[in-house]
């Protein structure tokens, strides 16, 4: 009978090597998508793009950041009840950046299924209330697609909280489209 214990380094050794990658690799691309918002307030932003990388740790972990800016929106907005029937000229300025884990689980050769989480830096700049700056949480899950050996299209569904402004956690709800090629 065959001492468990000695079992024991074989079966660690196994698994660190299944997840090692043979040749990290970083990766870049572009980024866009639509947001929703947890309520519907004038100037909330409707349409995002942005830059990523990262580095691949093995083959399932990387180290993402990305820079994303949201489609800002200024003009003058008269007989509002949110402005006092008062006519206002309002510009509003939102982006962020994501550094944080990303992890992939294959489907076969082509898919796989992907999820985030780490710290978003909101910046949020209003005409009306200045700028502010907040890191939070935030996250996402996803499909990934293969498309070439060096690239991937990615669709996911990400949260950010934009607790900035009016004190309150209005989180930004995005559908991304990311196109990635690894180098």
């Known amino acids: 009978m065959i001492n468990k214990l000695f079992l024991l380094p074989l079966i660690l ?8 990658e043979q040749n990290p690799q970083w990766y870049a691309g ?3 998508g639509f947001n929703h918002t947890d309520g519907d307030y004038i100037g909330d932003p409707d349409t995002k793009y942005g830059i990523k990388g990262g580095y691949i740790l093995n083959h399932w972990l990387a180290v993402e950041s990305e820079l994303i800016l949201h489609n800002n929106e200024s003009g003058r907005f008269c007989d509002s009840a949110e402005f006092s029937n008062e006519c206002v000229t309002l510009k509003q300025e939102y982006n962020y950046g994501f550094i944080g884990l990303r992890a992939t689980k294959p489907v076969g050769n082509v ?13 949020y700049d ?9 890191f939070n949480v ?21 949260q950010v909280d934009y607790a900035l402004a009016n004190k309150t956690h209005e989180n930004i709800m995005s559908q991304n489209l990311s196109f990635t090629m690894k180098f």
């Open 111 to 123: 898919f796989a299924f992907t999820a985030r989480l780490g710290g978003a830096l909101a910046n």
């Open 13 to 20: 050794t196994s698994t660190v090597s299944l997840a090692e």
């Open 138 to 158: 935030s996250g996402s899950l996803g499909m990934l697609w293969n498309i070439g050996q060096n690239s991937q299209l990615t669709l996911e569904l990400q």
């Open 30 to 32: 572009i980024t866009a």
């Open 126 to 134: 209003s005409s009306l209330t200045g700028s502010e700056s907040k």
